[in-house]
């Protein structure tokens, strides 16, 4: 449970001490899904400039079809929470078009990242018409032409990285059609376009789009409030921001080079059930039904994870003959030896065995992900 007082009072101290946050404090906002909290933790963020040259600082600049403010505190919780300093720009209302034409986003130059944040009324017109829905493919292909046109012109003027997302279809419209057939094809035709929108990202290679109506799929907030849209021209409710700014700080943390490169994992109640040591190597838990498939669908991530370029570490107090003895015969072991980069299986402390695969592997500490199911290993 996130206490979030004493979050957002730690957060107070070190803007006013001109520095980033201790890494609890960042690894409690990254792992935060509380828009309020989020909110106010970007606000108070908003004010931050380190007081030394340690931190490199990257610069956001957002380009909106609607009101782009909210986005920004989002954008600053998420992003010092990869430890990483955001310096955020806001384009002018209603010059969404105009700043994407022109690549002109700050008196400075360049941003790093251009976060173009869009809703629906960019691709859907006013006036159209609920008794002609096949119609409005040809306006959505006429938007998705001007959109491409822009982002051509953008990428040849600047280096940055430009990072749209897929769009929902407001409830609003979806429930304006009363037919199930013609609801139906404007919902074919929605898929359609947010799958050419997913696709520009195989047109130019500055440009990511992450998809932001997945994201919702799975998160327990709404897309818009129709109320705060009308008002406020705001495209979405705060938790919708949230999802979206946590997505935009993974293509942040890959442009910088900050992303993940191993994952270390322990074996004893992570990799299988049960301690090996007391059950013997036909007696831990891996594979069949539950708890036993837990664990076998676990080592098919992590093996997936591998063959991507992630590189596995193996971090475990155990004998490592037993190990070995397991990793080599146990016939629903996914992760062979062979899977693992490095094998640090013995009784000493974990977190020296970290350091000294980090030495072996040519990495950061940081580069690393650990994943054990004992709270006092992971504290250390």
Not at 7 to 19: P, W
Not at 363 to 368: D, M, N, Q
């Given at each position: 449970?996130?206490d979030?007082k004493?979050?957002?009072?730690a957060?107070?101290a070190?803007?006013?001490?001109?520095?980033?946050?201790?890494?609890?404090?960042?690894?409690?906002?990254?792992?935060?899904?509380?828009?309020?909290?989020?909110?106010q933790?970007?606000?108070?963020?908003?004010?931050?400039?380190?007081?030394?040259?340690t931190?490199?600082?990257?610069?956001v600049?957002?380009?909106?079809?609607?009101?782009?403010?909210?986005?920004?505190?989002?954008?600053?919780?998420a992003?010092?929470?990869a430890?990483?300093?955001?310096?955020?720009?806001?384009?002018e209302?209603?010059?969404f078009?105009?700043?994407?034409?022109?690549?002109?986003?700050?008196?400075?130059?360049?941003?790093?990242?251009?976060?173009?944040?869009?809703?629906?009324?960019y691709?859907?017109?006013?006036?159209?018409?609920?008794t002609?829905?096949?119609?409005?493919?040809?306006?959505?292909?006429?938007?998705?032409?001007?959109?491409?046109g822009?982002?051509?012109?953008?990428?040849?003027?600047?280096?940055?990285t430009?990072?749209?997302?897929?769009?929902?279809?407001p409830?609003?419209?979806r429930?304006?059609?009363?037919?199930?057939?013609?609801?139906?094809?404007l919902?074919?035709?929605?898929?359609?376009?947010?799958?050419?929108?997913?696709?520009?990202?195989?047109?130019?290679?500055?440009?990511a789009v992450?998809d932001?109506?997945?994201?919702?799929?799975?998160?327990?907030?709404?897309?818009?409030?129709?109320?705060?849209?009308?008002?406020?021209?705001?495209?979405?409710t705060?938790?919708a921001?949230?999802?979206?700014?946590?997505?935009?700080?993974?293509?942040?943390?890959?442009?910088?080079?900050?992303?993940?490169?191993?994952?270390?994992?322990?074996?004893?109640?992570?990799?299988?059930?049960g301690?090996?040591?007391?059950?013997?190597?036909?007696?831990?838990?891996l594979?069949?039904?539950y708890?036993?498939?837990?664990?076998?669908?676990?080592?098919?991530?992590?093996?997936?994870?591998?063959?991507?370029?992630?590189?596995?570490v193996?971090?475990?107090?155990n004998?490592?003959?037993?190990v070995?003895?397991?990793?080599?015969?146990h016939?629903?072991?996914?992760?062979?030896?062979?899977?693992?980069?490095?094998?640090?299986?013995?009784?000493?402390?974990?977190?020296?065995?970290?350091?000294?695969a980090a030495?072996?592997?040519?990495?950061?500490?940081?580069?690393?992900?650990?994943?054990?199911?004992?709270e006092?290993?992971?504290?250390?």
């Amino acid at each position: 449970m996130i206490d979030v007082k004493a979050i957002l009072g730690a957060l107070r101290a070190a803007v006013d001490a001109g520095s980033l946050p201790e890494p609890v404090v960042r690894s409690a906002l990254a792992m935060a899904n509380d828009p309020v909290m989020m909110r106010q933790a970007g606000r108070i963020l908003s004010r931050l400039r380190p007081s030394d040259n340690t931190v490199h600082p990257v610069r956001v600049h957002v380009l909106a079809t609607g009101t782009p403010d909210p986005f920004q505190y989002f954008l600053h919780s998420a992003l010092v929470g990869a430890g990483v300093l955001p310096l955020v720009g806001l384009s002018e209302y209603g010059r969404f078009e105009l700043a994407l034409g022109s690549a002109t986003f700050t008196a400075d130059g360049d941003p790093d990242v251009v976060s173009c944040l869009m809703d629906s009324s960019y691709f859907l017109p006013a006036d159209w018409d609920p008794t002609d829905v096949e119609a409005l493919g040809g306006r959505f292909e006429s938007r998705l032409a001007d959109l491409r046109g822009l982002l051509a012109m953008a990428v040849g003027r600047s280096a940055a990285t430009f990072v749209l997302h897929t769009i929902p279809l407001p409830a609003v419209v979806r429930d304006t059609v009363i037919g199930w057939r013609s609801r139906t094809a404007l919902t074919r035709l929605w898929y359609r376009l947010n799958a050419d929108i997913l696709g520009l990202a195989q047109e130019y290679r500055q440009v990511a789009v992450v998809d932001l109506v997945g994201e919702l799929a799975e998160t327990p907030a709404t897309a818009r409030d129709d109320r705060l849209h009308h008002f406020g021209d705001i495209p979405y409710t705060d938790g919708a921001l949230l999802a979206l700014a946590q997505q935009v700080r993974r293509v942040v943390q890959s442009r910088l080079g900050l992303s993940r490169k191993v994952l270390a994992v322990d074996l004893d109640n992570t990799l299988w059930g049960g301690v090996v040591a007391e059950v013997g190597g036909h007696g831990i838990e891996l594979g069949g039904l539950y708890p036993g498939r837990s664990y076998a669908e676990l080592q098919h991530t992590a093996h997936r994870l591998h063959e991507q370029g992630v590189l596995l570490v193996l971090v475990s107090k155990n004998d490592p003959d037993l190990v070995e003895e397991v990793i080599a015969e146990h016939p629903a072991m996914v992760l062979r030896g062979e899977t693992f980069a490095v094998r640090a299986v013995n009784w000493g402390p974990k977190p020296a065995n970290l350091r000294k695969a980090a030495h072996m592997l040519d990495l950061s500490p940081e580069s690393f992900v650990f994943m054990d199911d004992s709270e006092f290993e992971r504290e250390q």
